[in-house]
């Protein structure tokens, strides 16, 4: 081959691979700290310092954590930080008990403190123990969504977010940083052309089942859905009364109740509980959150990316044969902690 046909050649690898790679706009993306198994003892710094964590909501993933979080922001006698996902007991433990303890700064004595963060329900028993340790009052909330839709959620949100320059892995808006008190949000300025490319390799048609088969098999989306195997590590160490399960599908058809339910359990008096849910306005109450701004929670958008799961039958078959143990297992705890709720769980009847 000729130096210029070479040449040639290598200019045409170079523009293939740039036009394939999706526009990186996201220049604040920061990679996923590790997390550790061996979480260190600080149960005895805190005792040192008037800090009382009163609750977690601990997750699930794409389960209506943010929607609970704008919502309990209203309430004058709950603390939570401004942004959602502080990640402390993950990854952020190393910036110390005082970091932790300043993202509650609004909050006061006579105030019932507490934070958000999903991932929580996935913490390794060593950091679930050193937590009760630290908090042995805590009060905890796990949402739990139907499986197959909580995963098609999930994957759909990664592909958006890795289309936006963020790989598997990484986060960016929405996260507490730990070198910071202040979150850094994500700054995007591309082109039309780009935003338009972008909304394409963003949508769930844009990939094969083959890609969401790797995707749902990968421990990142495997772990978030068993259930039933992350809260019994939780339940190891608080006691059944301290935990409140919630049935995701009941905020969609009872959104006062649900937030009536969790406002009592994190030990809000119940007329102060009582006052608040019924003075919320009927917009911020019916508000979908991180779905569309002007959707409201029957989810227009949501149900769009459903019915493109609905549409790929082979995919949607396999996605509930690989997760129906799961939510059999999830069932039987629920029997076993007296709930009269269930998942489906795919199974022939």
């Given at each position: 081959m000729s130096d210029f046909a070479s040449l040639l050649s290598s200019f045409k690898t170079t523009a293939a691979s740039a036009a394939a790679?999706?526009?990186?706009?996201?220049?604040?993306a920061r990679k996923r700290p590790v997390q550790s198994n061996n979480f260190p003892p600080i149960h005895n710094q805190l005792s040192k310092r008037s800090f009382d964590l009163s609750f977690l909501i601990i997750g699930g993933q794409k389960c209506g954590t943010t929607w609970v979080h704008t919502l309990l922001l209203k309430c004058k006698h709950i603390s939570l930080p401004e942004q959602k996902e502080v990640h402390f007991w993950d990854w952020h433990y190393r910036n110390g008990v005082d970091w932790y303890i300043r993202q509650f700064e609004k909050g006061t004595a006579s105030m019932r403190m507490g934070e958000i963060t999903p991932d929580y329900v996935v913490l390794p028993p060593t950091t679930i123990a050193e937590i009760s340790k630290c908090f042995p009052n805590l009060r905890i909330v796990f949402i739990?969504?139907?499986l197959v839709e909580r995963t098609w959620s999930a994957m759909t949100m990664e592909l958006h977010d890795q289309n936006m320059g963020?790989?598997?892995?990484?986060?960016g808006e929405g996260v507490i940083d730990g070198d910071n008190r202040n979150a850094k949000r994500i700054k995007l300025n591309p082109s039309t052309a780009q935003q338009r490319r972008m909304q394409q390799q963003s949508s769930p048609s844009s990939q094969p089942d083959s890609y969401y088969l790797e995707r749902m098999h990968s421990l990142?989306?495997?772990?978030?859905?068993?259930y039933a195997t992350s809260l019994k590590n939780w339940y190891d160490y608080f006691p059944e009364e301290s935990i409140l399960l919630i049935d995701y599908s009941e905020i969609q058809s009872n959104p006062r109740g649900v937030l009536h339910k969790i406002v009592s359990h994190i030990g809000v008096d119940e007329d102060i509980t009582?006052?608040?849910?019924?003075?919320l306005e009927e917009a911020?109450?019916?508000q979908r959150v991180n779905v569309s701004k002007n959707n409201d929670i029957s989810g227009e958008k949501a149900q769009n990316s459903l019915n493109s799961l609905s549409a790929r039958p082979c995919l949607k078959r396999q996605m509930e044969k690989f997760l129906s143990s799961h939510a059999v297992s999830f069932n039987n705890l629920l029997r076993e902690k007296k709930y009269t709720w269930a998942l489906n769980d795919y199974r022939e009847k």
């Open positions: 790679t999706p526009p990186n706009t996201n220049v604040a739990a969504r139907d963020l790989n598997p892995g990484d986060f990142v989306h495997k772990s978030r859905s068993d009582k006052q608040f849910v019924e003075g911020d109450v019916r």
